[in-house]
């Protein structure tokens, strides 16, 4: 289906926001694992955003208690 003619600049620019508004939590997601690739191809131990004491435990019954 083509696209319509927007009326004005002001509406296309506000389009394109919108659309980057919604895709910035993908394309954050896809900078970290590019980030993480990177990291572990440099000899890296592990993703410097997630700390050991950062990652949760398991759980043995469903109140959080191990």
Do not use: C, I
């Not at 508004?21 to 592990?46: I, M, N």
Request: glycine fraction near 6%.
């Amino acid at each position: 289906m083509p696209r319509k003619p927007l009326a004005s600049p002001f509406q296309a620019l506000e389009t394109e926001a919108y659309h980057a508004f919604r895709e910035w939590p993908l394309w954050l997601v896809l900078r970290d694992r590019e980030l993480g690739a990177h990291l572990a191809a440099a000899g890296s131990p592990r993703h410097p955003s997630t700390p050991e004491n950062a990652r949760p435990s398991p759980q043995q019954d469903g109140k959080g208690k191990a």
